[in-house]
């Protein structure tokens, strides 16, 4: 498989529910992302890690808890979210962690709805 | 700090005409800028990006962007607009200083 992967693809769950989110990225990158896009709003930078170190917390809520135990993978794990935290959940890696400058290769994403 | 501005929401255009998107930037210094199209169901894919040299940049499935610092905008056209080019269109701007900014988005509607 190439380029970067996401699973699960759609995932519904409630308020109390636990559930994680997973990243794969096959291009041989250094840094990796996780954003969060909502309807109409432009996408919000959630974490960034850079050869598995968290360099970027873009103040957001505890409920969320990243984890890159590799360069290749990357996991955000859910807990009590709000219905408000529905919405399409996009990873990305880059070559390097210039934030602003490196181009940025996008998964599928992963559709949340939390009910 | 740097944003970027796109003024349409939602384009419609028939298949066979020309397409342009408009994105404007604010930001004190060169900026890198990208645009990216996201097709239902899928993440971003990269179409182009400009960094230096030539304001005119060509990228794939046709589309061509162009910067103008005077204008400081970032604008992407296509001559000729294919059914498949019905997707969501987002400019981006970055930065050694900042991390990449996205605009919200326009949705281009492509009709027979």
């Known amino acids: 498989e190439t380029g970067v992967t996401q699973t699960p693809r759609h995932l519904v769950m409630g308020m109390t529910n636990k559930k994680s989110l997973k990243c794969e990225q096959h291009l041989g990158h250094n840094a990796m992302y996780w954003y969060k896009q909502s309807a109409k709003k432009p996408l919000e930078l959630m974490f960034v890690y850079n050869f598995k170190e968290q360099t970027e917390n873009n103040s957001v809520p505890s409920r969320f808890s990243p984890e890159c135990p590799n360069s290749s993978h990357l996991f955000l794990h859910l807990h009590t979210l709000q219905p408000e935290d529905s919405a399409l959940y996009l990873c990305a890696s880059s070559q390097e962690r210039e934030l602003g400058t490196d181009t940025q290769y996008f998964g599928p994403g992963t559709r949340l709805t939390v009910l | 700090a740097q944003s970027v501005t796109q003024p349409d929401i939602h384009i419609t255009v028939s298949e066979g005409a020309s397409l342009e998107l408009r994105c404007n930037y604010s930001y004190g210094a060169t900026p890198y800028l990208f645009w990216y199209v996201q097709s239902p169901g899928q993440g971003l894919q990269l179409l182009l990006k400009?960094?230096?040299?030539?304001?005119l940049v060509q990228g794939i499935k046709g589309f061509e962007a162009e910067f103008k610092r005077s204008q400081s905008s970032f604008n992407l056209r296509k001559p000729s607009v294919h059914w498949s080019d019905a997707a969501e269109y987002f400019c981006a701007v970055g930065s050694n200083d900042y991390k990449l900014s996205f605009g919200a988005g326009t949705t281009v509607t492509v009709r027979a």
């Open positions: 400009y960094f230096s040299g030539d304001t």
